[in-house]
């Protein structure tokens, strides 16, 4: 996506149930939104399994990607043995895993308050409640967490920020928003997003135009966007530069009239 930004974002969720379809990855659909109104648009999305090898490998290739400069992985970061993420997060950035004290506190409080509500049988913070206060040693922040006991942490390697989050949707959005946004994503331009709309439109009849645009316009994303349900057609156009984002619309707005199909303008 030439001409978009300067940012490149890529996320990886880590999770069996992802993979195995068991669970929609709405996670990242959210947060490639978040990231592109934000201005640091998603190069790619990655889910992969919970195994320590497979998630150390992904996060060496985005590390090695000159392109991304801030990496987005969630997931993994829970109570139980398949939760595998901080210590393959400490693999790849060559770090000691070490108990952070906050989060053991917090941990320690949390199973106290949980133990006097009667939601469990004993007050003391077993090994798997430890295990989300073990990350990879140097953080450049540890993040809260209000609404759970994992805590989000982010690192600093190779000129990038790995961002690493619970996969609980309701605390990945808390620390995002209240967080992790306000404090590391200042600064980023948004891009400017155009859509025209049409109705019972032909997707086949626009590909000699977006052709002739990919050409011309190459600091503008065109991509068209059927919808068989619906029976509409979205044509939308992405770049850096308002003026030319509008110049893009506006000669497929000419050339699908020249052609009898008149498209609702939006912006997305």
């Not at 930004?5 to 149930?17: F, L, M, P, Q």
């Not at 953080?139 to 920020?161: D, I, L, S, T, W």
């Not at 052709?211 to 156009?237: A, Q, W």
Request: charged share 30%; net charge negative.
């Amino acid at each position: 996506m030439a001409g978009i930004s300067r940012y490149n974002s890529t996320i990886v969720a880590v999770g069996d149930e992802l993979v195995g379809g068991f669970t929609l990855d709405s996670n990242s659909h959210w947060l490639a939104e978040r990231l592109r109104l934000l201005g640091y648009p998603v190069k790619r999305i990655t889910a992969i399994r919970d195994r320590p090898e497979e998630i150390v490998e992904q996060l060496q290739r985005e590390l090695a990607d000159p392109e991304v400069t801030h990496v987005f992985v969630s997931g993994g970061l829970g109570p139980t043995p398949d939760d595998r993420t901080f210590a393959s997060v400490a693999q790849a950035l060559g770090r000691e895993q070490v108990i952070w004290e906050e989060a053991r506190a917090k941990i320690e409080r949390r199973v106290r308050r949980m133990h006097e509500a009667g939601l469990l049988e004993s007050p003391d913070v077993t090994e798997g409640n430890l295990r989300m206060a073990r990350i990879p040693a140097d953080p450049a922040h540890v993040f809260r967490n209000k609404r759970g006991m994992a805590p989000g942490v982010v690192y600093e390697a190779r000129g990038k920020q790995i961002f690493v989050l619970p996969g609980v949707p309701l605390e990945l959005k808390s620390i995002f928003t209240e967080e992790l946004e306000p404090e590391f994503l200042g600064g980023g331009s948004a891009a400017t997003v155009r859509e025209l709309r049409f109705t019972f439109a032909v997707e086949a009849r626009f590909y000699p135009l977006m052709r002739e645009l990919e050409e011309k316009f190459p600091d503008v994303s065109v991509g068209s966007y059927p919808n068989f349900e619906t029976k509409e057609l979205v044509i939308r156009c992405l770049g850096s530069d308002p003026k030319r984002v509008d110049e893009v619309l506006e000669v497929i707005r000419r050339r699908s009239a020249e052609l009898g199909m008149v498209g609702e303008a939006r912006q997305a």
